[in-house]
């Protein structure tokens, strides 16, 4: 089965770039969808298909994916992006989560 | 668009559950309904989904065997049933939409969670 590797942690201080990243297989030719969630909360669509904003989603989040990793980059962070980020694929009939990883703003 | 699931439930292992969701807002059939469970401090798993439109299911071969989704079209209601429960089956169970393009699904609106506790 195919397996999507995320940093467990990444901290940013307020105001810099958060880069997460996601890696898999070749998965630059799968379309990598990200997701935000929040203590006691259900998760949120963050980007979809690589790099596509959902609707709400501010343009400071954006995504890429390329060979072997996919990322989701977060600039100008503000305290209230402090979450849990998973990256998701589908793989033949199968949805496929990263671990996520647990952003800190310093 | 707003997806409603049943309560909290408690169950003995060996059980089994079903919880639901009730979709409102948009045309139910469609698009797709997946579920998705997250364990306590853990990340996010993909159990199922459904298409409302004819009914049929894709399962993760995990719960193959042990899991069953359904859909009831007059309420736009979906149901996912997991049996023999087992405590490793404690979790929050999410229901989620699936929108789609090119071979992909991704989830853009998300239920609030149910929690299952397995406890003897």
């Known amino acids: 089965s195919y397996v999507l590797t995320q940093p467990p942690s990444v901290s940013v201080a307020p105001g810099n770039t958060a880069i997460i990243t996601c890696g898999g297989t070749?998965?630059?030719?799968?379309?990598v969808h990200w997701y935000q969630q929040k203590p006691g909360q259900a998760p949120v669509l963050v980007i979809y298909?690589?790099?596509d904003r959902a609707s709400g989603i501010p343009y400071r989040f954006s995504g890429s994916n390329s060979g072997n990793t996919a990322t989701l980059t977060i600039s100008r962070v503000e305290a209230g992006d402090e979450a849990d980020y998973f990256c998701?694929?589908?793989?033949?009939?199968?949805?496929?989560f990263g671990g996520g990883t647990k952003l800190t703003v310093l | 668009v707003q997806l409603v699931q049943s309560g909290a439930e408690v169950k003995k292992p060996g059980a089994s559950v079903k919880v639901s969701c009730t979709a409102s807002?948009?045309?139910?059939?469609?698009?797709?309904m997946h579920w998705v469970r997250q364990a306590p401090g853990q990340g996010l798993e993909w159990i199922a989904m459904?298409?409302?439109?004819?009914?049929?299911?894709d399962y993760a071969q995990k719960f193959q065997g042990r899991v069953t989704v359904t859909r009831d079209t007059s309420t736009n209601t979906v149901y996912m049933e997991l049996s023999t429960l087992r405590s490793e089956d404690t979790a929050f169970y999410y229901c989620?939409?699936?929108?789609?393009?090119?071979?992909?699904?991704?989830?853009?609106?998300w239920g609030q969670g149910t929690l299952v506790a397995v406890s003897s």
């Open positions: 989620a939409r699936g929108d789609a393009a090119s071979g992909t699904f991704w989830l853009d609106y």
């Open positions: 807002g948009y045309t139910f059939i469609t698009y797709y």
């Open positions: 459904i298409n409302p439109s004819g009914g049929s299911t």
């Open positions: 070749n998965i630059g030719i799968k379309n």
């Open positions: 298909s690589d790099s």
């Open positions: 998701q694929v589908w793989d033949t009939t199968t949805g496929v």
